[in-house]
């Protein structure tokens, strides 16, 4: 509830408090960017100082509040906002929305006395300039005549590599430059030894956020994979010194220097660095992998929001996957179709590694993990090569395996898994990009052979599979065209139908097809009338389980509540759509620290509820099962009948 104070600012007399409101104070910021708009609201510019004062001492949460306020004292704040990257965001929208009276108001200041206000307005004047165009900034400083305009030409014609801090860093006292690789410009001349510390200090100059100018000289005169190996070996300096923060911009300069291989070296230690204290650090190199930005990259970054056992970090990358993917207009699921790599296969999903002498052919099984085959017999590996080998051939096919097959066993459970998700929450997708993302593409289409599809048009549903000459085939095994308008999902046997399902399986046994998850062979569940229209599933109430199963049930979606008193954890949750959860009752509840400890191996059930918000203590039944689909009720009770059996 709001305090005495805001009630007044509130709804008291306007005539009494309007002369009042700039000798005020507000020290109690909560909720302020609520019912400080109503305030703003009423008093208009009287009222400015107090949320001023608000926003300097609060940005992450009052800073939104400035939005529709206009003039130089808001332009000069905004200005300040241009580096900091939690309300940068928001100081370049109020930039876009207030172009002329940022530009009049931030003018004066640019062209006073010299300081850090001074070099923040020229610096927002510049990026005015740059994202909406001179004429209009020179438009709008008009009003003050020639001589201004001709002193504001030089601000914004002031050689950005002159734009340095009063105190340009030191070098670091770990950094040892002859240990770096050597620098070669595009012209093949080195960078001599003793200038080596001055490309350091270009990138101690800048942040993710504040790139110096120099960073664009850089990337100039230099080969970017000569850069990026550079920027690679400066971060092992780093690490070896035991990542002092003063350097964190090493980290940053992975960003906009870094490649493919940069995010190989990164994403493992972006998992590892939580569990070692180095949470605050795996946050920040998060945006590094969105900087570099190669689906390589954000293939790495989606891969983070989904599997790493740190909550908070999953959160932040889901939060960036999120962004990335609104800015390309598309939904996180959609971005992470598009980034599954094609790990440079033959369009046919295949390739064939040369020895010279001998050949070898890569093929792929039902969990994408690769194998090689030589005249159609398939090897235990790849050997390696032999004497009688071309060398340079040999040695770029089994250099090139050896990459590959890494990247294809991190890729693998991850598409697995999405896929087997697909099913579960019966997404679709239109003929055009499901040929894009799964039929043609040189990787994924190992797993689409593997499944059964179904494509549903005015309510009439079809199944199908890829065909190992990519063509569509029916149950059938007749050749199948995708109608334009069809919606494209993975098939549930629940939906198929016993027939249907019995006559897939015959297809595929015949054809020795493995599947890459349980698919036609999948136990179905029809839940009954009455569950159907209810919040709480009893199927399972009651019953007595090893804690073990608990523990494996995570594998399936489900998680842990957070620990209570004595660091018990008394429930287990699944996250529906909708704001739901799913929640049953433990007890005795698993310890946090010891799962296994012998007094708590096993856990008496209470009935699944269906309730929204998240878990606590007094959940209510909220929501009914039927909203939820027969397919994803038919999951959950899977679910619980292998809990029990």
């Known amino acids: 509830m709001w305090g005495h104070l805001q009630l007044l600012l509130i709804n008291a007399p306007e005539e009494l408090l309007r002369p009042l409101l700039g000798r005020m104070t507000i020290r109690d910021l909560w909720q302020a960017q609520d019912w400080m708009r109503i305030v703003l609201a009423r008093f208009a510019d009287d009222a400015l100082p107090i949320v001023l004062d608000a926003a300097r001492r609060q940005p992450s949460t009052c800073a939104s509040l400035l939005m529709p306020v206009g003039g ?292 792929f099984d039902e969990t994408l993990r690769p194998f090689v085959s030589q005249d159609g017999v398939r090897r235990k590996a790849l050997p390696k090569p032999g004497a009688k080998d071309d060398a340079e051939l040999a040695k770029a096919s089994y250099d090139w395996f050896r990459v590959m097959k890494k990247e294809a066993r991190a890729v693998a459970s991850d598409q697995v898994r999405r896929l087997e998700s697909a099913m579960v929450s019966q997404r679709s997708w239109t003929p055009e990009i499901f040929t894009q993302v799964f039929s043609e593409h040189p990787l994924m289409v190992h797993l689409a052979r593997r499944l059964v599809w179904t494509a549903q048009t005015g309510g009439v549903s079809i199944g199908f599979r890829v065909a190992e000459d990519r063509t569509l085939a029916d149950v059938e095994d007749e050749e199948y065209t995708l109608p334009e308008a069809a919606e494209i999902r993975v098939a549930h046997p629940l939906l198929l139908g016993a027939d ?40 399972a109430e009651a019953r007595t389980v090893k804690t073990t199963k608990i523990l494996v049930l995570e594998s399936r979606g489900w998680y842990r509540a957070a620990p209570e008193d004595a660091g018990i954890q008394s429930w287990v949750c699944r996250d529906l759509p909708g704001d739901q959860t799913l929640v049953i009752a433990l007890e005795p509840g698993i310890i946090v620290g010891d799962p296994n400890f012998e007094d708590f191996a096993e856990q008496k059930l209470g009935p699944a509820i269906l309730t929204r918000g998240g878990y606590s203590w007094q959940n209510e039944p909220d929501g009914d099962l039927g909203a939820l689909g027969q397919v994803l009720v038919s999951e959950i009770l899977r679910d619980l009948e292998w809990l029990v059996s």
């Open 500 to 539: 249907l399902t019995a006559g897939w399986s015959q297809i595929f046994g015949d054809y020795e097809i493995l599947q890459p998850f349980e698919q036609l062979g999948r136990a179905v569940y029809a839940p009954t009338a009455e569950e159907m229209s209810s919040s709480t599933i009893r199927r």
């Open 72 to 363: 130089a004292p808001v332009a000069a704040m905004m200005a300040g906002w241009l580096r900091p990257k939690t309300v940068r965001p928001l100081a370049e929208q109020w930039f876009a929305r207030h172009l002329e009276s940022a530009v009049t108001g931030l003018t004066p200041i640019a062209l006073g006395k010299p300081g850090k206000a001074r070099s923040e307005a020229e610096n927002a004047l510049r990026r005015i300039a740059a994202q909406a165009g001179r004429p209009r900034v020179e438009q709008a400083a008009s009003a003050f005549g020639p001589g201004v305009a001709a002193a504001l030409a030089t601000v914004l014609d002031a050689d950005p590599l002159e734009a340095l801090p009063a105190r340009i860093p030191k070098q670091p006292t770990w950094l040892n430059p002859a240990a770096l690789p050597r620098l070669l410009t595009r012209a093949d001349s080195a960078v001599p030894s003793p200038m080596v510390p001055d490309v350091v200090t270009v990138l101690a100059l800048s942040s993710l956020d504040d790139r110096y100018a120099g960073v664009q000289v850089l990337r100039e005169s230099f080969d970017a994979g000569i850069l990026a190996a550079f920027a690679r070996a400066l971060f092992e300096q780093w690490r070896i010194a035991g990542f002092p923060s003063k350097q964190g911009w090493v980290l940053d300069a992975q960003g906009f220097l870094g490649d493919d291989e940069t995010v190989r070296m990164l994403s493992p230690l972006i998992r590892a660095w939580p569990k070692a204290g180095g949470y605050r650090r795996a946050v920040n190199a998060l945006p590094v992998l969105a900087a570099i930005g190669t689906d390589t990259a954000l293939m790495h970054l989606h891969r983070i929001s989904l599997k790493v056992p740190s909550k908070p970090l999953r959160a932040q990358a889901v939060a960036l996957i999120d962004q990335i993917a609104e800015e390309r207009g598309l939904t996180s699921e959609e971005l992470a179709d598009r980034l599954v790599p094609d790990l440079d296969l033959d369009a046919d999903g295949s390739r064939v590694l040369n020895y010279g002498p001998r050949q070898f052919t890569v093929g």
